[in-house]
């Protein structure tokens, strides 16, 4: 082992009795991590409240200025703090006018928040259309193409997909999306600390994410992106008091919006989770997102490499370069199957029909290999007909 990779598997204590391939659920928790929430918990015990106004809202606005560095976001006030993707997802939702644009397009791999927070806007007008992925791996351009026209408010969709792995060419997207006037919602749990990105040039209006993830920071904190001028038009009706102007003016009688992406935030942060997720976020820039991509595609091509020698249908590109680490793999039992891998120290997951695996950077080829060689006696062969 290389001493480079000594150093990444320090930060991760697991890695010491478990072969964990489940990063893109969520991501195990870092040494700095335990200790900026160590921290925290310090400074709940000794200064009670006092500690919001010397400490915490410091840090919130700071995990503010980390995340839009992290997205290529040009000003602060494009991100808003959201308790979670679903939370943002909402607020997202309760912008548009449904009575001139009813028609919001999704795909049927797209995670199921993004399809019912639209859904349940349908009694204010809106109707939500799924365009199909013909191989369950892709959901091509043109079929976005064809679904978008004058009548759409919104394409909400994945950067990418979460049971195959394969990158969206948002750029493209948006630019189909606004040539018809659509605005284009993106879905970037999947991607964001995965591989560099920028969200200014993509073109998007909105995008939302999480830290428990690539940039292992954790649950309890995620984020919205909100374009300058986009946000500053949007009238979410999914409102909390720390989404104004001056949240401790404490005003009950008046809703005055804070600037930006500020107004789709909601109530008290969970402090604990802006410690975890800035501890995250600061690990992947020592790292480097060109380092991260690079392990990657390295270790998940093993995978799926390997998988496919040995027989398995693979549900993700074969091609490392459009796919993040994501490996999917089908199986008639895929519960039962990761039991037997989380039996013998290999922790990955299960969705329906498929065992997914997800090294992150500090994973090895030599992991890799053994996670192979376990999954080789599990494969179940096709039955002919």
């Known amino acids: 082992m290389e001493a480079r990779e ?13 072969n964990y391939l489940n990063n893109c659920s969520l991501t195990p928790l870092p040494r700095r991590g335990r200790e900026r929430v160590e921290r925290f918990l310090t400074e709940w015990t000794e200064q009670g409240g006092r500690a919001w106004y010397d400490h915490w809202i410091a840090e919130y606005e700071k995990l503010r200025t980390d995340i839009a560095n992290v997205l290529g976001a ?3 006030d494009e991100i808003a703090i959201e308790p979670n993707v679903s939370a943002g997802l ?14 919001v397009v999704i795909s049927d791999l797209d995670f199921p928040t993004d399809g019912h927070a639209f859904l349940a806007v349908a009694p204010r007008g809106a109707q939500v259309e799924f365009v199909r992925s013909p191989d369950r791996v892709r959901v091509p351009l043109e079929l976005f193409e064809r ?5 759409t408010a919104a394409v909400c969709t994945g950067h990418v997909y979460f049971t195959s792995g394969w990158r969206q060419d948002v750029e493209r997207l948006a630019e189909i999306c606004h040539r018809k006037g659509a605005a284009l919602v993106v879905d970037a749990y999947q991607s964001i600390g995965a591989f560099p990105f920028d969200v200014d040039i993509s073109g998007v209006d909105y995008l939302v994410g999480g830290t428990l993830k690539w940039l292992m920071g954790g649950p309890g904190i995620a984020f919205l992106y909100a374009r300058r001028e986009v946000a500053e038009r949007a009238q979410p009706s999914a409102v909390g008091w720390w989404g104004v102007a001056d949240p401790f003016a404490f005003d009950v009688e008046h809703l005055r ?3 930006g992406a500020r107004r789709f935030e909601y109530g ?8 975890a997720a800035r501890a995250g976020i600061e690990l992947l820039n020592e790292i480097g997102i060109e380092t991260v991509r690079e392990r990657h595609q390295l270790l998940s091509q093993r995978l799926v490499d390997g998988a496919r020698e040995q027989g398995w249908k ?7 370069r459009e796919r993040t680490a994501i490996v999917t793999l089908e199986h008639p039992d895929p519960e039962s199957a990761v039991t037997s891998l989380r039996a013998a120290g290999v922790i990955c997951d299960n969705r329906p029909g498929l065992i997914r695996l997800s090294p992150h950077y500090f994973n090895t080829l030599e992991e890799m290999d053994r996670a192979l060689a376990l999954l080789r006696p599990l494969r179940v062969a096709p039955v002919l007909a």
């Open 6 to 18: 000594r150093a990444w598997r320090a930060e991760f204590p697991i890695t010491e009795r478990l």
């Open 74 to 76: 040009k000003h602060d």
């Open 90 to 103: 909402v607020g997202i939702a309760s912008t548009f006018d449904y009575t001139k644009r009813p028609k």
């Open 147 to 151: 679904a978008v026209d004058e009548r």
């Open 257 to 259: 919006p804070g600037e």
């Open 268 to 275: 008290t942060p969970g402090v604990a989770a802006i410690y």
């Open 314 to 320: 693979v549900r993700c590109p074969t091609d490392a």
